[in-house]
């Protein structure tokens, strides 16, 4: 990953942060807009459930520049996202969702490089997670 995309990323979710709560319960709606059948998936509080994605988000993309360190947890997350029935199409549409949030977040701020650094990013991240998610299938 190139420190253009890295730079991007990071620099947009610094402006994202200030409006996680807000960000991370929009994501859920779009998400669940996407497809209402990942309702399912969910059985806790989703104000928890939003505070904790756009924590492991913000560790994601401060991790960005040491893949050594970021990999490994994306390996555990998978791994536990294949127990609670997180199939690999799923991932498509988190990324869809994802993208759509930080839209929504960035208004004009989200141009269309910022858009593929971050398709870039969520590309890398998904399949990370999903070769864990494939290996339990």
Request: glycine share 6%; aromatic share 8%.
């Amino acid at each position: 990953m190139d420190q253009q995309t890295i730079t991007l990323v990071q620099d947009s979710w610094a402006k994202v942060i200030p409006i996680a709560p807000a960000a991370g319960a929009l994501f859920y709606a779009n998400l669940f807009e996407a497809d209402p059948s990942l309702k399912a998936l969910f059985k806790g509080d989703m104000t928890q459930q939003a505070s904790k994605l756009m924590q492991m988000i913000n560790a994601a993309v401060a991790k960005l520049d040491d893949l050594d360190s970021l990999v490994p947890v994306l390996q555990q997350l998978g791994q536990r996202h294949s127990t609670y029935g997180v199939q690999p199409a799923h991932y498509d549409t988190v990324g869809a969702a994802l993208l759509k949030t930080i839209e929504q977040g960035l208004g004009p701020a989200f141009t269309p490089a910022t858009k593929e650094a971050w398709a870039s990013v969520y590309g890398l991240i998904a399949s990370v997670m999903m070769a864990e998610t494939n290996a339990k299938a």
